[in-house]
């Protein structure tokens, strides 16, 4: 049993890790670094353990084709370039095109604080951080050219403009109300 001993000069993406995920991080980051022959665990290996606990393994089997690898670039630098652009958007942790669980790429967030409630503007950057990437594959591929890959994107913005109408208040429209699904239900078919 050796004791591994970690230096950080860089902030993690590990707001609202438990106690039993941090050590189940560090445990993994441990594994990393010993079988790269290391017997300190750096910033690269709790990264790379951040990464393979929260968006899965990387994938090294089969072939990502550079035409997949193209799209990927320029999806995932579209959700970069609007949060880079957008006012309440997180900080960006990291971009990549390397394949992980189900994606074939990500562009990470750092949150500056650990933070409770979302603001309108956040949550508008956000929607807008979504569809970045569908934008960008409208830009270069043009509208015939756009992918499925947008899917979790599309679900994920109108999840929110969804509950900032129904749960937050937040439609100038319908005014600061809560709707349930038993309302938006009436709602609907009225």
Same mark, same amino acid.
């Given at each position: 049993?050796?004791?591994?001993?970690?230096?950080?000069?860089?902030?993690?993406?590990?707001?609202?890790f438990s106690g039993a995920s941090?050590?189940?991080?560090?445990?993994?980051?441990?594994?990393?670094?010993?079988?790269?022959?290391?017997?300190?665990?750096?910033?690269?290996?709790?990264?790379?353990?951040?990464?393979?606990?929260?968006?899965?393994?990387?994938?090294?089997?089969?072939?990502?084709?550079?035409?997949?690898?193209?799209?990927?670039?320029?999806?995932?630098?579209?959700?970069?370039?609007?949060?880079?652009?957008?006012?309440?958007?997180?900080?960006?942790?990291?971009?990549?095109? +390397?394949?992980?669980?189900?994606?074939?790429?990500? +562009?990470?967030?750092?949150?500056?604080?650990?933070?409770?409630?979302?603001?309108?503007?956040?949550?508008?950057?956000?929607?807008?951080?979504?569809?970045?990437?569908? +934008?960008?594959?409208?830009?270069?591929?043009?509208?015939?050219?756009?992918?499925?890959?947008?899917?979790?994107?599309?679900?994920?913005?109108?999840?929110?403009?969804?509950?900032?109408?129904?749960?937050?208040?937040?439609?100038?429209?319908?005014?600061?109300?809560?709707?349930?699904?038993?309302?938006?239900?009436?709602?609907?078919?009225?």
């Amino acid at each position: 049993t050796e004791i591994y001993t970690l230096s950080l000069h860089d902030a993690l993406p590990i707001s609202g890790f438990s106690g039993a995920s941090l050590a189940n991080l560090m445990n993994e980051a441990a594994i990393i670094s010993a079988r790269n022959g290391k017997t300190e665990i750096s910033y690269d290996e709790v990264d790379y353990a951040i990464d393979r606990l929260t968006v899965g393994m990387q994938k090294t089997t089969g072939t990502n084709s550079a035409v997949n690898k193209e799209l990927t670039a320029y999806h995932e630098g579209g959700h970069a370039l609007v949060a880079l652009k957008t006012a309440g958007s997180m900080p960006i942790h990291k971009a990549t095109i +390397v394949p992980r669980g189900n994606t074939l790429g990500m +562009v990470a967030y750092l949150p500056e604080k650990d933070q409770m409630n979302l603001s309108r503007e956040q949550l508008l950057a956000h929607i807008d951080i979504c569809m970045g990437g569908r +934008v960008a594959e409208e830009l270069i591929y043009g509208q015939g050219g756009v992918t499925t890959g947008a899917g979790s994107d599309l679900q994920q913005a109108t999840s929110t403009a969804r509950n900032m109408v129904t749960k937050y208040g937040m439609s100038s429209l319908l005014g600061p109300l809560y709707y349930s699904t038993e309302e938006l239900t009436n709602l609907s078919t009225t």
